[in-house]
C-alpha cells in the first residue's frame, strides 16, 4: 500500500514538471506594453493619419487669394457686401448708390456688383433669358427660388461667372465678372472665390 502511494506522487510530480517545461518561458510582463498603451499608440497614428489627410485637403481647397489680400465692399443701402481683391480699382464714373464697377488691370477682368428693383421678377426674368441665350458655351442653373448662377464664353471671346441673388423685398442682387477667355485657368477659381463671397444683409 505504502509502494503504490509513493509510485502515485512521484507520477504526479513527473506529470507537473513536464506540464510545467511544455510552457516555456514566458517574458517578463513588464517588455510587454499594457492595453492601455497600445490603444493610445492606436489613437496616436490614427490622428496622425488624419491631420496628413485634412493638410492635403486644405490645400486642395485652398482659396486663390489670401482673405488678408481681400477687402470688403459692402453696401449698407442696398443691404448686401462682396469680397474683392485689394488691388482692383473701382470705377467711379460707371458705380453709383446702388453698387460698384472694379476692374484689375493684371486680368483684365472687371466686377460688377449691384441693387435692381426687380418688378414682379421682370428683370430676374430677362437677366436668367439673356444669359441663356448668350450661347452653347453658356450654363447656369437655380441653386434654389432665390439663387442663380451662370459661367461660359460669351460673345467676343470673354468669359462671364455670375450669381444673382433675390432679397426677400424681391428686389435681387447681381455679381458678374467677365474676363478674357484666354485667361480663364487662372481667373475662373478666383471669380469663383469672389461670387461666392456674395453676402445679403
Known sequence: MTYIRST????AALSA?????SCGKQEAVGDVPSSEELAKQADAATKAIQDQEAAAAGAENAPL????????YANALRGFSIMVPRDWVADDS???????????AASKATLTAGWIENREDADLTAAVKALEDAGEGM???YVNENEYRAS????EGSKTA???????????IKAAITYPA?????????????LDSLTLQ
Open 17 to 21: 514538471a513536464l506540464l510545467l517545461s
Open 8 to 11: 502515485l506522487s512521484i507520477s
Open 94 to 104: 460707371a458705380s453709383d448708390d446702388d453698387g460698384r464697377v472694379f476692374n484689375d
Open 65 to 72: 487669394v489670401d482673405s488678408a489680400e481681400m477687402t470688403s
Open 162 to 172: 455670375q450669381r444673382i441673388l433675390r432679397k426677400p423685398d424681391g428686389t435681387m
Open 182 to 194: 484666354d485667361s480663364a485657368e487662372t481667373v475662373d477659381p478666383l471669380a469663383q472665390q469672389i
Open 139 to 141: 450654363t447656369g442653373n
Open 152 to 155: 461660359g464664353i460669351i460673345a
